[in-house]
């Protein structure tokens, strides 16, 4: 008996090494990305918001964009110019974003971690939060920067505490300022971060040590064009996400009740998947996780504390009264990390737990391309159709022959679109013609039509409805250009969705113009 029993606990042991092993997941991890990318490979190849978004502004390499820090947009552009503007180029980039955010994030949980095989448990936890595993594939870009900018920063923070030589604080500021030019809001995790250092004795001198300044300055190197652009555009780079969180009404106790209940719901829908599949692979351990405790999971816990004070503050006295989940992405990626710390310090058998995540984990590798596929190639029956599903790519077709009309360079010929989506689209479809957008995003140059030969205007209604006039759509950019009397005649081009129901058809409009030498 006592043998059979021996045996058991000794495959179990055995099968929790081989799960327990970086090589292993991070196989597994590689693959689960590249199906990732042949799902967007194999959908119709309009873009959605943020990829067009992307493709739109790689045109340019500029020291701001517009309302967001500017390192996706340097990525994208470097990455368009290296490789050509393609859907792997597009979809390559953000996945491999996302795996080295869980490989700074790995890194970052072996550097605490008495039990080391427990880092493959902190990054399975990843795979549990919605705007990491889902979203974030769906169609975000600089929230995608974030994470892959925590994720560093986490490693950064805590390579620092644990062996604090010039080369971990050099590389602090380093994860410092990259962090800072992923996403504005990140710039309270460092914060939030240093008060926690700040509480505990063992830690302290580190934020005391002289060498903390070189951090601040590598970081300050990091940030610095990006922050000169920024004191010239503030309020045009800074108008729309104020806007977003704080409405006309803010201050009131009807807008406090607002932010208190977005914030409540946007926190608990980004941790309460990850605290129940923990909770549930550790169901026999669980009390005895939970009252554990040391220095590293306290830390841990007064940074995921010190966001939600943080949070709680800008809700009560700052007017913030939307807090969106993927605007608290950044911050509280730190949970999984978090919660395995826990485990840690209570010194548990994690075989059976171990397990049991990854069979969750793979679940969620699965159920996450199915989703991205299935919700398409359901659209042909619901003929409820999303951005995919619009027929760029034909529009781009009928506006070809415009580019090289009496043997002339494609390059003389602008497009202008009426909004930034289909401006993405247009640049994606036709990569080799300047696109423009008739209202240029905060802090943008605008693009003179005066070095144009010939001018391509597209435009069309969101919805799929028949878009609306020339002048109504144009009116303020022809003026703005010196092109007031500029008249057009317009054609409606209808097109059919891809991979949609047969007869379903999406209005776009089309006015070519010759432009005045």
């Known amino acids: 008996m006592h043998s059979l029993e021996g045996s058991h606990f000794s495959t179990v042991r055995v099968s929790a090494d081989r799960l327990s092993r970086g090589r292993t997941f991070f196989t597994v991890l590689a693959l689960y990305f590249l199906v990732n990318i042949g799902v967007r490979l194999i959908l119709p190849h309009a873009l959605e918001l943020d990829e067009g978004e ?68 902190a990054v399975l936890g990843l795979l549990t939060i919605p705007q990491v595993s889902f979203e974030a594939q769906r169609d975000l870009s600089h929230t995608v920067a974030a994470i892959f900018g925590s994720s560093l920063f986490l490693f950064a923070l805590f390579r620092l505490l644990s062996v604090p030589t010039l080369a971990s604080f050099l ?134 504390a010190f966001v939600m004070a943080v949070l709680l503050g800008m809700v009560l006295f700052g007017g913030v009264d939307d807090v969106r989940d993927r605007w608290l992405t950044p911050l509280l990626l730190i949970l999984p990390l978090y919660l395995t710390l826990k485990i840690d310090a209570a010194g548990i058998d994690i075989s059976m737990p171990l397990k049991r995540l990854w069979v969750t984990a793979a679940a969620i590798m699965v159920i996450v391309p199915l989703i991205l596929f299935g919700r398409v190639a359901i659209d042909p029956f619901t003929r409820n159709y999303g951005y995919v599903n619009i027929p760029f790519d034909k529009l781009a077709k009928q506006i070809k022959p415009e580019l090289a009309t009496d043997g002339s360079d494609p390059r003389s010929v602008l497009i202008i679109a009426a909004d930034g989506h289909l401006a993405g689209n247009m640049r994606f479809n036709l990569p080799d013609t300047t696109v423009v957008v008739s209202h240029q995003p905060a802090g943008m140059v605008t693009t003179a039509v005066s070095a144009y030969r010939k001018a391509v205007f597209v435009w069309r209604r969101s919805d799929g409805t028949m878009p609306d006039g020339f002048q109504t759509v144009f009116g303020r950019y022809l003026k703005t250009q010196g092109l007031e009397g500029l008249s057009a005649t317009p054609v409606i081009l209808r097109f059919p969705y891809s991979w949609g129901h047969e007869g379903d058809q999406y209005p776009f409009a089309m006015a070519v113009v010759d432009l005045p030498d």
Not at 233 to 258: M, P, Q
């Open 54 to 121: 992307q493709a739109y502004l790689s045109q340019w390499l500029l020291a701001g964009y517009g309302t967001q820090p500017p390192i996706y947009n340097w990525l994208q552009y470097l990455a368009v110019h290296l490789f050509g503007m393609s859907m792997p180029t597009l979809s390559g980039l953000k996945n491999l974003l996302l795996f080295g955010a869980y490989g700074f994030y790995f890194l970052a949980a072996r550097q605490v971690l008495k039990d080391k095989r427990l880092a493959v448990v």
């Open 171 to 304: 590389l602090f500021g380093l994860a410092t300022g990259i962090g800072g030019m992923t996403k504005y809001n990140f710039v309270l995790l460092p914060l939030c971060a240093m008060l926690a250092v700040l509480m505990e004795s063992r830690f302290r001198d580190r934020v005391l040590d002289w060498r903390i300044l070189l951090s601040g300055l590598v970081a300050l190197l990091v940030v610095a064009p990006h922050a000169v652009w920024l004191l010239d555009n503030f309020e045009a780079a800074s108008s729309r996400s104020v806007d977003k969180l704080i409405s006309a009404d803010a201050g009131t106790l009807a807008a406090i009740s607002r932010g208190l209940r977005s914030l409540l719901l946007s926190s608990t829908g980004f941790m309460a998947l990850t605290a129940a599949v923990f909770a549930i692979s550790l169901r026999e351990k669980l009390s005895t996780v939970m009252r554990a405790d040391d220095d590293w999971s306290r830390l841990a816990g007064r940074i995921l």
